[in-house]
């Protein structure tokens, strides 16, 4: 490390009835790999969207090798040496890599030489990558190469990654680090936002941790445990969701041999799913996104229809019956898209209580809907699962996602279920609140209810799940007892490296 | 600077007060297109606005009110069940002229005889025809995914065509020398939908109050409302919940094309008295505008009924006494729903000043 890259002194950024950051100040040193550590809320998003030029600070100055830096916008960034690669990705699947790259350059070169050096820079890095393939059949970890590669060809000073490792297999992490370190090796400072505590020690040099808007902290990860850093990143000690060991019972749901092409173009069809759950169970499922879990839940929920025998709920043949008739026999599900799948985003909690909860809560007789009944529905989930909100009569949007998604998943597990499946059940969720959702699944399969968890955070897999499997491109992995997992048997269930190689330094 | 934001929720203070802008400015943009053709302009609206309600010819004017309401409130019902879970029938007029020539047919079918059954059979077949010439885009988008709004639309000049053999030929009066048109039904006591001729009331009327309540208890009340709203407001949501999404297109078209039957059933039997070649006059088209302009609330296209209704009967009396244009009427009706459209966004929307914001 040789002086400082990027000096960030005081930056403030208030929303309406919000204060995003309060006179955030830190370094970022040349060739130096720092970590913004922090919760969903934090404000970690807002201040890398101030550096990159998307949003403007109320107050506060940055300073970029010594000079002024104020960017107007992020193709001001771009030209300081500022890049950044987003979480979701800004790809368009029916273009291939290289049109996907050229429609984020001021001067895109010819296509030609564009590809040679796609080419140069993706070996030199060991991101292997064909300029040629069209992007709505890379698979999520293919497609991060591609913004990175997109980021590396304008060859920056300071590279941010928001969250880069959420859609990775361990292995694909493994392969990310080598090339960041040898970014870094040759100058480039990485601003490396994560909240995966143990990837942060494994890579950076030095960590500044936001709570509220405010810098609570700094630390040299490799020197500072998780749990400490845990603890400064959510102001409290931690509740571990603990489970009562209930009985394990009789098999409950049984998925036999299904295969399901998906209904959209770019999804990934379900190759000969098995699999079994027990009543007392929890079967965590994971996998990189985009493997098929939207497609299993939509098969298990009754969206999707399937062979009759293929899906068996107490022995009984269900691929053929709707949602519906799926909730009335106690099978309940949770998608990952709240707003628009799991509720609708402009009516009132009510009406999305009434949304799945009218079998098996008896709020309509003879076609008829009992609204006095849907309320108080309403406000039990709201009671119960601690959403945030003025009341019942308040529009879904308007509720944070953290806060919807409590409702959600507490509208499925009120329903006492017999069956629950659940995908990304924290996702976006702040720790606390991830916690009590966890302990509620966990106390539901403690009241003899089987539970299938599907999710991408592995932490949470281990911390909940009896039993646990993979999915990579549609297909199941064999399903193991979860205590005994080292984190590289995990790897190679979720489809090892899908052909990465390491960086040739 | 003018910059958009949006709301939290939906406002409920706007989603009620934008109508009556609508209309307000409607007055203002119709009184300066008058102006610039040399009318007064404050007469030109009193006279579309208020002369048929309160003038001294009103008496003749109020049942028009009805008159001419009820098709439109009858068929904006029906397509606003659709347009709710956006399912877009275009092609009501089309069904208007089919339920007209079906029920017709039935009533002329038992000519010359009196029977008390005659008129609720035709009611029926009514329906039935509207319903059935809406099957058709039904099934089509249900079995291939065909586009409802191409195919319902083209099916309207399929039904003119049809409507100018059926006055040429099948059911041309064989008394009527040789002119075009059936037989006038107000001359056939057993099929014909006038309860009070002097006030305007015929069966059209009482079934037009009927649909508004029925359409009422169904969307705030029933299951099948409540997933026409969801299908409309979040489809992934509505199959989610259980929905099944053919099954709602056959039942939204099949209630709209039912109910614009009725409303050339009651038309043909009652105002217009026969089939004719233009026997039609546009009012499956105008009901898209009612039903908007009612917010897709049953209450609201009652009241969008009645005011369509007012600029209609006002713009013909402008004509008559002012001299003004039919274009000029029909672009006052047409600024009506593009006033309305542009004002819709203050519900969602609210509009700030003077900020500046990069991002």
Known sequence: MTGTLLSI????????????????????????VHALLGENGAGKSTLVKMIYGLVKPDQGTMQLRGADYAPVQPSAARAAGVAMVFQHFSLFEALNVAENIALGMENPPSMRDLA????????????????ARIVGDLSAGERQ????????????????????????????????????????????AILYISHKLEEIRALCDNATILRLGKVVGKCTPRD??????????????????????????????????LSVPSPSEFGTSLKNISLAVRAGEVLGLGGVAGNGQD????????????????IKLDGKAIGAFGPVARRRLGLLTAPEERLGHAAAPDMSLIENALLTGSVREGLESRGFLKWGKAKSFAEAIIERFDVRTPGPGNAARSLSGGNLQKFV???????????????????????????????????????GAAVIVISQDLDELMEISDHFGALNEGRLSDIRPAKDLSVDEIGLMMGGSHGMEVAHV | MLKLEKRPQPSQFWTYLTPLLAVALTMIAGGVLFAFLGKDPIV?????????????????????????????????????????????????????????????????????????????????????????????????????????ILVSLMLVYVAEQLLASMSLGLLKNPEGFGFPGSRNLNDYASANSWIHQNAGMHWGVVAAFIAVIFAYVLLNRHMLGFQIRLTGEAPRAARFAGVNPNRLILICLGTSGALAGMAGLFEVSGPSGQISIDFNAGYGFTAIIVAFLGRLNPIGILLAGALMALTYIGGDIAQSKLGLPSAAIQLFQGMLLFFLLAVDMLTNFRIRLGQKEVA
């Open chain 1, 9 to 32: 002194n005081g930056l403030t950024k208030a929303y309406p009835g919000v204060v995003a950051n309060d006179s955030v100040s830190f370094d970022i040193g040349q060739g130096e």
């Open chain 1, 116 to 131: 040679t050096r796609i080419r140069e820079v993706s070996e030199m890095y060991g991101l292997p990558l064909d300029p």
């Open chain 1, 145 to 188: 190469r591609v913004e990175i590669i997109r980021c590396l060809l304008q060859d920056p000073k300071l590279l941010i990654m928001d969250e880069p490792t959420s859609v990775l297999t361990p292995q694909e992490v493994e392969i990310l680090f080598q090339t960041l370190r040898k970014l870094s090796s040759e100058g480039t």
């Open chain 1, 224 to 257: 500072t445990t998780a749990r400490d850093m845990a603890e400064m990143m959510v102001g409290s000690s931690l509740h571990v969701p603990e489970r009562a060991g209930g009985e394990i019972g009789p098999v409950l749901l049984k998925i036999n041999d």
């Open chain 1, 295 to 310: 497609e299993l839940l939509g098969a298990l929920s009754g969206e999707i229809p399937t062979a009759p025998g293929a």
């Open chain 1, 409 to 447: 998943i507490g509208r499925e597990v009120m329903q006492r279920p017999e069956v629950l499946v659940v995908n990304q059940p924290t996702w976006g969720v702040d720790a606390a609140a991830a916690a009590s959702i966890r302990q509620a699944l966990l106390d539901l399969a403690a009241g």
């Open chain 2, 44 to 148: 030109a609206i009193k006279t579309i606005f208020w002369d048929p309600l309160f003038s001294e010819f009103a008496f003749y004017y109020r049942p028009q009110l009805l008159v001419k309401g009820a098709p439109l409130v009858l068929i904006a019902i029906g397509l606003s069940l659709g347009f709710r879970a956006g399912i877009w029938n275009i092609g009501a007029e089309g069904q208007y002229i089919i339920g007209a020539i079906t029920g017709a047919g039935v009533g002329l079918a038992f000519y010359p005889m009196e029977a008390w059954y005659i008129f609720p059979l035709m009611v029926i077949a009514g329906a039935l025809g509207g319903w059935a010439w809406s099957m058709i885009p039904a099934l089509l988008k249900v079995k291939f995914g065909t586009n409802e």
